[in-house]
């Protein structure tokens, strides 16, 4: 199985910057995807970026832009760096891994993320 540590999140003013932090359990090489959802009050979880093992990303239309998606095999970490953040990102955020030949569903426990105006 994996296990995934997200760390990184916290208060940050309009505008400002946070990098955050997924640590897996596994050579991520081994996983076929990673990627970072959020969750507001009240609302869906949404995808806002994912990137393959083979290195391929994929963006939110509302972070193109702004926030970017990272890999590092050698220390099995995924990176969300968010730049020029807005109220409207305040959410929680979750690290999301599809592992496997049956590509099985792994998920952190979160981050919070809150940006103030």
């Known amino acids: 199985q994996v296990q995934l540590v997200e760390s990184g999140g916290g208060l940050v003013q309009a505008g400002g910057s946070l990098r955050l932090s997924c640590l897996a359990s596994?050579?991520?090489?081994?996983?076929?995807?990673m990627g970072w959802y959020r969750q507001a009050p009240g609302e869906q979880r949404e995808l806002v970026a994912a990137?393959?093992?083979?290195?391929?990303?994929n963006y939110a239309d509302s972070v193109k832009g702004r926030f970017t998606i990272s890999r590092d095999n050698a220390k099995n970490t995924v990176y969300l760096q968010m730049n020029s953040l807005k109220p409207e990102d305040t959410a929680v955020y979750y690290c999301?891994?599809?592992?496997?030949?049956?590509?099985?569903?792994?998920w952190g426990k979160g981050t919070l993320v809150t940006v103030s105006s």
């Open positions: 990137i393959t093992s083979g290195g391929t990303t």
């Open positions: 596994t050579n991520i090489f081994s996983i076929n995807v």
């Open positions: 999301n891994a599809k592992w496997g030949l049956r590509f099985m569903d792994y």
